[in-house]
């Protein structure tokens, strides 16, 4: 059994790494508690060496073998107790700590015979877990293991498409409530595969993320939108802001502000008309390094924007600390808007503490009419989604950008 867990280097990067080490004591002891003392909890080798203990694997994960096992049943009850004991709070130095966890299962010898197969089982499963969003378990299944090789397959052919110019920007039109004008673009990768067709970033950006391949894919994303946001304003097109995502990778790139100022330079684009989209989990990893980016980022004249907002932990008392322009209200809370009250107190909560602080707001994932009206009398600033327009390529969007139309 491989246990994943996601929260140690955000409290090393906010509470310090003695608070880190505190966290997996924490978490050791809450484990052991859940085992019987027949389990082995750490490194191992088949046969079992009953004097071996406790250790882990990795910085942020566990390995524990569950011997003499006479049916599955025993194993789910220490699943499901290592999920409630470790989904409870821990206290770290006065602060309460809420960790998520993601667990991965194999069974010996139906899965694997020998130490390494059975722990790379175990690992694949636990993150077919984490991607399934955490706090979950999964049981290994040999179509895993067909998952991972066409994963691999995907960051190979990845590398090879950076080099082929495989990949193309479609852009998805933001409108202002208020004049019902077009004001912004956000600009999304596609991946034209040659022999898959157009493939959608579902399917290989966690690949790129995990394979590093992110930084050079996202460096030619924010040069090619800058580059074409300048051909639209030499063509005469309405000037509208051109929406970035960094990915936590780039935002932790240590040249991040140089690399955004070439784009800039290289482009001849005004850094007022480029805004950046970080995530809320990027901009709350290390308080203080983001608060220096994002205040370079800010001096050089470019907006900054937080995408997804809600479905992180942003708190208020950091959220007036960060120099940013705008909040991107999640589409998850826009779907059921009309009938689900929790959704709509929640979107009422956001703009309201977006206005209190300056900022604008954007809805994301707007798709009816009646989602629009609630927007507009809530006074949410802008709208995106498919009830103005799907992602479209450069050509088909210039229809939208002639001077004074009006899309809503």
């Known amino acids: 059994m491989s246990i994943f867990q996601g929260t140690l280097k955000r409290i090393n990067d906010t509470l310090g790494h003695s608070a880190g080490d505190e966290l997996l004591k924490e978490i050791a002891v809450r484990l052991e508690d859940c085992i019987r003392s027949s389990d082995i909890f750490g490194k191992f080798v088949l046969p079992i060496d009953p004097k071996l203990s406790m250790s882990r694997l990795t910085g942020d994960e566990f390995s524990i073998l569950l011997t003499d096992l006479s049916e599955e049943e025993y194993t789910i009850r220490v699943i499901q107790r290592i999920l409630e004991m470790l989904q409870a709070p821990i206290n770290i130095n006065g602060q309460e700590i809420i960790i998520s966890c993601s667990m991965g299962i194999s069974v010996f010898p139906g899965d694997a015979e020998e130490v390494d197969p059975l722990l790379k089982s175990a690992n694949m499963a636990m993150f077919h877990a984490k991607e399934s969003g955490g706090n979950t378990w999964r049981f290994f299944s040999h179509e895993m293991n067909d998952r991972a090789v066409e994963r691999m397959n995907i960051e190979i052919d990845l590398q090879k498409a950076l080099e082929r110019e495989e990949f193309v920007l479609m852009y998805q039109p933001q409108v202002e409530l208020g004049t019902g004008k077009l004001v912004g673009l956000e600009a999304l990768v596609r991946w034209q595969h040659p022999k898959l067709g157009l493939v959608s970033p579902f399917t290989f950006i966690s690949v790129a993320e995990e394979s590093a391949l992110i930084l050079p894919l996202g460096e030619w994303v924010l040069n090619e939108a800058c580059r074409q946001a300048y051909a639209w304003r030499q063509a005469g097109l309405t000037p509208v802001r051109m929406g970035v995502n960094v990915s936590s990778h780039q935002f932790r790139q240590e040249d ?65 600390r960060f120099p940013l322009d705008t909040l991107k209200i999640d589409r998850s809370f826009i779907t059921d808007i009309i009938s689900n009250s929790n959704d709509a107190a929640i979107v009422t909560a956001i703009i309201a503490m977006a206005e209190s602080l300056g900022l604008r707001t954007i809805a994301e994932g707007v798709e009816t009419q009646e989602q629009l009206q609630y927007m507009r009398q809530k006074m949410c600033g802008e709208i995106q989604g498919f009830l103005i327009s799907k992602p479209l390529k450069a050509d088909e969007l210039e229809h939208f950008m002639k001077p004074g139309l009006q899309l809503c």
């Open 256 to 320: 991040l502000v140089s690399i955004v100022q070439e784009a800039l330079q290289k482009s001849g684009l005004p850094p007022s008309f480029l805004e950046l989209e970080v995530t809320e989990s990027s901009i709350m990893q290390d308080i203080d390094k983001t608060i220096n980016v994002l205040g370079q980022l800010k001096e050089i004249g470019v907006k900054i924007s937080v995408d997804d907002f809600g479905t992180g932990y942003s708190s208020l008392n950091y959220l007036k």
